[in-house]
């Protein structure tokens, strides 16, 4: 079975420096990997999936995150934070099971932004 | 704005009592997916629904079921409610069966 590891349940950055968000997999597949973000009593909004093309992946709102295969990450960066990215985000792998596929999301990552 | 609607937004309720949660999926859409999101339990997989048939179920208590109808939109009952079913409920919504979900906005349900 595949699962995702997301390694820090909160990180805390100031505006205008770079965002990390770790997450790593296991998967006995190529696996498709994705990361969404939900701001606070609002729905899942996809940033960015990978998908076995480019290994390097960019999403919206100058997101990106970089698919390594023989460290099994898959970790979201930003280059510069804003007020408006702190949520919390989630990593998602998505497992073929019994003829479908089923996404399997880590545990969340709550991003705070600090002015 | 994903194009996945949900009503209603909120739903108050007493326990014992059923609901009916409902969703539109977006325009093309065939898959269908149910999910709650409770704090000490996080993003749990309910139910998958396409193109009208049941695909997978994940952890769905017998006292919830739902369906997919011919026009695509699905609804999720939930029965003999009980506090601990206070949480968001998700749908969320794909082309087919390997696509990436797009999310709703999620309805909340509080059962007093």
């Known amino acids: 079975a595949q699962s995702v590891t997301q390694l820090d349940s909160h990180v805390s950055v100031s505006e205008g420096t770079p965002v990390l968000l770790r997450c790593n997999y296991s998967?006995?597949?190529?696996?498709?990997l994705f990361w969404y973000v939900q701001h606070p009593n609002k729905g899942l909004q996809l940033l960015l999936k990978?998908?076995?093309?480019?290994?390097l992946v960019k999403g919206i709102n100058g997101f990106e995150a970089e698919f390594k295969k023989s460290e099994t990450s898959f970790h979201l960066t930003k280059p510069s934070a804003h007020m408006s990215d702190a949520a919390e985000y989630f990593c998602v792998v998505s497992e073929p099971t019994s003829g479908t596929y089923k996404y399997i999301f880590g545990t969340g990552t709550r991003l705070k932004v600090l002015a | 704005d994903s194009g996945v609607t949900q009503t209603p937004k909120h739903l108050i309720t007493a326990t014992g009592q059923r609901v009916t949660l409902r969703c539109s999926p977006r325009s093309g859409d065939l898959s269908v997916y149910w999910y709650q999101q409770s704090l000490d339990q996080g993003l749990q997989f309910l139910i998958q629904?396409?193109?009208?048939?049941?695909?997978a179920k994940g952890n769905i208590l017998e006292r919830f079921s739902a369906q997919q109808f011919p026009d695509l939109h699905s609804e999720l009952n939930l029965s003999s409610l009980e506090l601990g079913d206070s949480a968001l409920y998700f749908c969320?919504?794909?082309?087919?069966?390997?696509?990436?979900?797009?999310f709703g906005p999620g309805t909340r349900l509080t059962v007093l």
């Open positions: 990978y998908t076995s093309a480019a290994t």
């Open positions: 629904y396409y193109n009208g048939e049941e695909r």
């Open positions: 998967s006995s597949y190529s696996p498709s």
């Open positions: 969320a919504s794909s082309v087919a069966l390997y696509n990436e979900q797009f």
